[in-house]
């Protein structure tokens, strides 16, 4: 009787066991977005057939987070990783560097649209894609028709990894292009009678979103870096005087240097946020981040 209530018990043990690591395999991403913003196009493509996670926090900059335990973990096991690249989550260059049939390099995708570029002195790390003296832009799903381009080059990664669930993919693809079309049509219309309105950003991450709406950006506060460009810089920002609207802030970086030039020149200020720090959620997250950058800029340029 003894010895019938012991292999029962081992038999429950197993069992437990074995439901245990079922539960934990289901918890485990199947792609990781290192940013809300790509995590928010994959997940349009996805849907509710692949899990998709977030590695990086919104509220720190790429640039600055140090990886823990539990990323590094979560990177090995997942079956794809979508990233910008090493410029922009500089972090994340030595861990993907033996998982090149794991990961999407968006900054490496044909068809993206790339505002012109600028000299800038980069530091070996930076935000920016530096090379023969000028620096990219990373910012790349701040232009629409670059969202487009990723989500599609998502959905065919995705089919590559999951073939059985193309239909899905191709379905969700259509229909966030759809969405994302009418939405960038929308926002030209709200944005064309502000395109003389000068404005000064904290750093420079929005020349995709510029160029695309033939915005005037007259300044930025700080280098794609995260260096802030001095005291003669600063005066020749305040030299602008009125020609200066709105000086925009981001909740991840000190906005009192923002707020305190807005001031001085007289003119409104508000915050963008082009990492999706306050989305609620990745799920519908892509229109509703542009929608959001869209209407910080629309409230403090008009009159």
Known sequence: MKKKTYTHGIALLIAGAMLANRVIADEVPEVIASIKPLAAIAEAIAGESVVVKVLLPANISPHDYSLKFSDLRALRSAKLIIWIGPH???????????????????????????PPEHTEKTPEHSHGHAHDGLTRDLHVWL??????????????????????KQAIFDQNLEAFTEVVTQLDSVSRQRLAGLRERGFIVMHDGYSHFVAHYGL????????????????????????????????????????????????????????????????????????????????????????
């Open 88 to 114: 922009f989550e500089s972090v994340l260059q030595k861990p993907l560097a033996q998982r090149s049939d794991s990961q999407l390099q968006i900054a490496e995708l044909n068809g993206l649209i790339w």
């Open 216 to 303: 005037t950006q007259l300044a930025m506060m700080q280098l794609s870096s995260g260096v802030t460009q001095g005291i003669r810089h600063y005066g020749q920002m305040l030299a602008l005087g009125q020609q200066v609207g709105c000086v925009f802030s981001e909740p991840q970086l000190d906005s009192k240097a923002a707020h305190q030039l807005a001031q001085q020149l007289g003119a409104k200020s508000a915050e963008l946020d082009p990492l999706g720090i306050h989305l609620d959620s990745v799920k519908g997250g892509y229109p509703v981040l542009i929608e959001g950058v869209v209407d910080a800029f629309v409230s403090c340029l008009s009159e």
């Open 143 to 164: 232009n629409p028709i670059n969202g487009i381009v990723i989500a599609r080059a998502i959905a065919a990664e995705l089919t590559r990894k999951y073939p059985a």
